[in-house]
């Protein structure tokens, strides 16, 4: 592995990890090596860039990569999915109105729905995967889970991959009866990550107001007070 692939691979890992500065202090290093860069790998330093910008606050620099990204990719599902995570992460920030939350999310819905125009049919799910996870990512659960949904409609029998996204989103946005139903179809399904859930241990997500509330409804289950069977 060369120096710049490695470089590549550690602004990736760094991004992953939420350690946007550092992500960006490889991308500098890379851009530096501009010359010796494929087109291709100058899309994905672009977007990670753009992404750590809008991440630590700096939408307008941020802004200015995506636009190099969307010019030199624009018609990739993948360069959509920057682009449209690029939105999220705006739409997720704390400290801005609402009708800034929505435009922002407007513009990421433009985008995603690029990127499905863009996607083979049999890459589909996928991408209605990613779609969901940029979503579930800023916690925005009711956006994330429109697509998970979409893909227990469109694609059944890889619904299951979808079921502990639901159950969490539906918990935080406090729907019972989808929630409910989700655990059921988990308990039947996937009786393994049934057992694990709650069990701190085995916890999925290191979230704890999660883990105590499907600790408390599996107790109910275990005493019989609630029938999962009624909710499939």
Do not use: W
Request: proline content about 3%.
């Amino acid at each position: 592995m060369c120096i710049r692939d490695s470089y590549m691979a550690l602004a990736g890992l760094h991004f992953e990890m939420k350690d946007y500065e550092t992500a960006m202090k490889y991308t500098q290093k890379l851009l530096k090596q501009k010359q010796e860069i494929t087109a291709f790998e100058l899309t994905d330093i672009y977007s990670i860039a753009a992404l750590c910008h809008v991440a630590l606050g700096h939408p307008e620099e941020g802004y200015m990569y995506l636009d190099q990204v969307l010019k030199q990719n624009g018609n990739d599902a993948e360069t959509r999915i920057y682009a449209g995570q690029f939105f999220t992460i705006m739409a997720g920030s704390k400290d801005i109105s609402e009708e800034e939350r929505k435009n922002n999310i407007d513009k990421a819905e433009e985008q995603f729905n690029l990127a499905l125009e863009f996607t083979p049919k049999e890459e589909r799910m996928d991408i209605l995967f990613k779609i969901g996870s940029k979503y579930f990512d800023e916690h925005l659960f009711e956006y994330a889970n429109r697509y998970f949904e979409q893909i227990n409609k469109e694609f059944p029998h890889n619904a299951h991959s979808t079921y502990f996204f639901l159950i969490y989103g539906y918990l935080y946005l406090q729907q019972p009866g989808p929630f409910i139903h989700y655990l059921a179809k988990i308990n039947k399904e996937l009786p393994d990550t049934y057992a694990a859930l709650g069990v701190d241990e085995n916890a999925q997500f290191p979230d704890q107001l999660f883990n105590e509330a499907i600790r408390v409804i599996k107790d109910d289950i275990s005493k019989g007070k609630l029938n999962l069977n009624n909710y499939l």
